[in-house]
């Protein structure tokens, strides 16, 4: 598999961390934990306060949404290049109590490409996917495997002229277990209230599930079992 040439960042001027009562390292492992396991944030909060961390669950909840876009941002500098054959489908998830859409693409490593949260399952929606995956890769896949959704042939004509647009049963079959994976994680919270939260929380499990797939130059001198809280480490310093 080829990896990015592109160098992690350097530390920023002013840390993202900056006026937060709580130091880094307990907002990380909230952050971190709440990512990885099938937790609420009022498990989280109780697990910190077993190790002397009194915090409201609210609070880890600002947490999540504040810090989980800037780790999955710090850590594209360091993420694997994406492979060249793309799986794409949609999946559902209820948001304020309203079905919402959830575009999600993986390669043939099983990294996620990218994921969106859209109102509406259109060729609008299935647009803006795509552009912004391949806006935020710089990558053009050559292959496209997707449902028989109507509204693919002319969006990928447009977007990826040169890819190979290939419908077949069961080829999706990949993303399906990742659909899957995703709405097991779901499960413990207590709904999903807002489409920019739950843009967040499945942008964070796509992170997290590339992060276990080891497709990041991140934590790497770490033992296995410790690679992904090493990881998180490498990022706060990053932030």
Request: glycine content about 4%; aromatic content about 10%; proline content about 5%.
């Amino acid at each position: 598999m080829k990896l990015s040439n592109r160098r992690c960042p350097a530390l920023p001027p002013r840390s993202a961390f900056a006026g937060f009562r709580f130091p880094p390292e307990v907002i990380v492992v909230a952050v971190r934990w709440y990512l990885r396991y099938n937790l609420s944030y009022r498990d989280v909060e109780e697990l910190l306060l077993e190790r002397g961390v009194e915090v409201d669950h609210v609070t880890v909840f600002r947490w999540v949404q504040r810090f989980t876009q800037l780790l999955a941002d710090a850590a594209r500098f360091c993420r694997h290049a994406p492979g060249d054959r793309w799986f794409v489908d949609e999946t559902y998830v209820k948001v304020g109590g309203v079905w919402r859409y959830v575009y999600h693409a993986v390669d043939q490593y099983g990294q996620v490409i990218d994921v969106l949260v859209s109102v509406r399952r259109d060729a609008a929606a299935a647009r803006r996917f795509f552009r912004r995956a391949l806006v935020t890769l710089k990558v053009t896949p050559t292959e496209v495997v997707t449902d028989a959704a109507q509204v693919y042939p002319a969006v990928l004509d447009e977007l990826v002229p040169s890819a190979w647009h290939h419908v077949e049963r069961y080829a999706n079959n990949r993303i399906e277990a990742d659909h899957g994976q995703l709405k097991h994680r779901l499960r413990p919270m207590r709904g999903l209230h807002t489409d920019h939260s739950a843009q967040t929380i499945i942008t964070g499990h796509a992170f997290m599930q590339n992060l276990r797939r080891c497709h990041y130059e991140l934590g790497v001198d770490a033992p296995r079992g410790l690679r992904i809280a090493a990881a998180f480490t490498e990022l706060a310093a990053a932030i």
